[in-house]
């Protein structure tokens, strides 16, 4: 005969509620959330700061380990191999309010001068190339942030070619400079200079200055999935040509 206290903590370790279900699935929480920390984590994008290489609705996948790793839950350097490039589009925590996080690309790093002359991006007194891309605005056809107003490029930033946008100069909308003064900037060392693609509607270092190197989340590498809602209505819509969207270009 069956001795019914085995029975018991047979039954006991098997219901979804027993302390060994319990502690399981805590361990695969907090396993999730190490890797999501320590390792790669998803993103929304919920503005039009970096469009269009980045688009509203986009979701994106951070690599955490592109240039260091961390302790999980913590902002402590394990091992460091290497510090933001010019051109790399990052997630960082924004250096006026350290709880949100913000994507921007990456133009200068410590040590460069930046500055922006009649739209032009300048990095160590060296213009960097913008190529018109106005024959071909297929690239825009999903945006929604005023982009009758806005002018296509592609620049290439220190060897990386990417999308830039910028309004159309007017009386009412001069063409960008940075800064105020004319003089070039000097980005600290430990610091980084990042800036938006969409140009002109970008909050980024041109306001509120220089990020941390040790702010630094990770690289933006590539869409995971994205959505958008139609300016003229109806349903959301699914960009499929965006899934797995590299942004390395």
Known sequence: MADPTIQNK???????????????????????????????????????SMEPTIKVGDRLLAYKLAYNVKVPFTDWVLASWGSPSRGDIIVFKFPNDPNIDYVKRVVAIGGDEVAVIDNVLYVNGKAQQLNDHNNDRAILNDIEDDKDIKLLFRENLEGTDHWVIQNKPTAFRPISTYP?????????????FVVGDNRDSSSDSRIW?????????????????????????????????????????
């Open 10 to 48: 047979t039954k006991d370790s098997n219901s979804a509620w027993s302390f060994e279900s319990l502690r399981s699935l805590a361990l695969l929480f907090l396993a999730v959330f190490a890797i999501r920390w320590s390792i790669a984590s998803p993103y929304h994008v919920p503005t039009a």
């Open 209 to 249: 200055g220089d990020v941390p190197l040790d702010y630094v989340r990770g690289q933006a590498m590539f869409v995971i999935w994205s959505i958008y809602s139609p300016r003229e209505g109806g349903w959301w819509k699914l960009r499929y040509d965006r899934f797995g969207h590299s942004l390395k270009s």
């Open 180 to 192: 105020a003064g004319g003089i070039a900037h000097r980005v600290p060392d430990g610091f980084v």
